[in-house]
């Protein structure tokens, strides 16, 4: 009995998923790992700051928990995207990549049409194997923006953070409301909730032994 429990808690611990955190541009709002599973982390409205990006030259940079893990990056014109389907194109495919810590990519908005002055948003997708998680930027295209940052120098890199490897099909873009993310994403909610029936299984199975 003692050992199906431990089996049981594993199984249930084992779904916490594998986080990721956008730090350029910056996010819609502040990180909240338990929404990251639905739309846009859970911000449903374009952020009132958006980041001046230029339309060749840009960057993307996040922070992967995960040791192996794919990532893409998606793009809509629309000025207030409200579901999945809003973001049409793909801007960066999505490829895999190993390594925890901070990866920056290259991200080029030329192939997208987009003009200078305009209002766009990027979203973010990760994938640490265990579901899709979702975190979304809000830009305006600026000819004049020149964003840098010491950590993502490609010029001088080896060029393992470049769009190569063996890449993965996107999440479907199909999903007709922001509670319900592509391609079966799980969207379990807060960590709580596992906890607690964790805690209601040891209860069950001490109760047994008892008996």
Not at 93 to 108: H, I, M, R, Y
Not at 178 to 204: D, F
Request: hydrophobic share 35%; glycine share 10%.
């Amino acid at each position: 009995m003692l050992a199906s429990t431990s089996f049981v808690l594993a199984s249930l611990f084992g779904v916490a998923y594998s986080h990721f955190q956008l730090q350029f541009p910056a996010p819609r709002g502040k990180f909240v790992e338990d929404d990251e599973p639905t739309f846009c982390d859970g911000y449903d409205n374009p952020a009132t700051n958006r980041t001046a990006f230029p339309i060749t030259g840009g960057f993307f940079k996040l922070n992967s928990e995960h040791q192996t893990w794919t990532i893409g990056v998606n793009l809509t014109t629309n000025q207030n995207p409200q579901n999945f389907a809003d973001f049409s194109t793909t801007l960066f495919p999505f490829v895999q990549k190993t390594g925890e810590g901070v990866s920056c990519f290259p991200l080029d908005l030329s192939s997208a049409g987009v003009q200078d002055g305009q209002n766009v948003t990027l979203q973010v997708v990760f994938d640490g194997s265990d579901g899709h998680l979702y975190q979304c930027a809000d830009l305006t295209i600026s000819a004049a923006a020149k964003p840098s940052d010491s950590a993502c120098n490609f010029a001088s890199s080896s060029g393992s953070n470049t769009p190569s490897g063996s890449a993965t099909a996107p999440p479907s873009q199909s999903s007709p409301s922001s509670s319900n993310p592509p391609n079966g994403a799980l969207a379990l909610g807060s960590r709580g909730a596992l906890l607690a029936l964790a805690v209601s299984v040891v209860g069950v199975a001490a109760g047994a032994l008892v008996v």
